[in-house]
């Protein structure tokens, strides 16, 4: 699901950079495989992101770097074995 709560703009190219980047950050939560390919999908998709927030306007760099927070926190998760991965992924599509 897409996050409501950012503030809207009145420049329709920032809206499309945000919602590209929240759309790779999405898909990348949602990833289901070994730890090893999860943890690869968060690092590629932190990439894309940082790359789309390098060429959106300069007031908008520093929101768009901000979506890969939890990226980075649910990667750090995956990295310690005390977290489990669920059995079952959750379909976020439906």
Not at 39 to 62: F, N
Request: proline fraction near 5%.
């Amino acid at each position: 699901m897409i996050n409501n709560s950012l503030p809207r703009s009145t420049n329709h190219a920032e809206d499309l950079t945000s919602y590209e980047a929240l759309r790779i950050r999405e898909a990348a939560q949602a990833k289901s495989g070994s730890r090893e390919e999860m943890i690869s999908a968060l690092a590629a998709a932190r990439v894309r992101i940082w790359e789309i927030a390098d060429r959106a306007p300069k007031s908008e760099g520093a929101r768009i770097r901000g979506l890969t927070r939890t990226l980075d926190h649910m990667q750090e998760a995956l990295g310690d074995p005390f977290w489990e991965i669920p059995e079952a992924p959750v379909d976020l599509q439906d």
